[in-house]
């Protein structure tokens, strides 16, 4: 089992945009949100990897009450203060 601390967390967004080249106007397709964050990425790819992580950190507010709603949906083991 692996520790990971994960003082500041974050939402990471990801814009999906089909054929972009450099000029042009183009539209977004698909809006990704996932948590994130040192420690939880970490957690993420032992996750992937086949191993087990647990993640701790601090979230505060509704980016906190959302970070932790994503981590639990992708089953990442986190305890959150």
Known sequence: MILCISPNVTLER???VPNY???GVFR???LLVLPSGKGINV???VQTLG???T???ICGWHIGALV???AAQQNLQC???
């Open 14 to 16: 990801t814009w999906v």
């Open 21 to 23: 080249r450099t000029v």
């Open 28 to 30: 977004v397709k698909e």
């Open 43 to 45: 957690a993420r790819a």
């Open 51 to 53: 191993g087990e992580a």
């Open 55 to 57: 993640g701790d950190g």
């Open 68 to 70: 932790a709603d994503l």
């Open 79 to 81: 305890s959150w203060t």
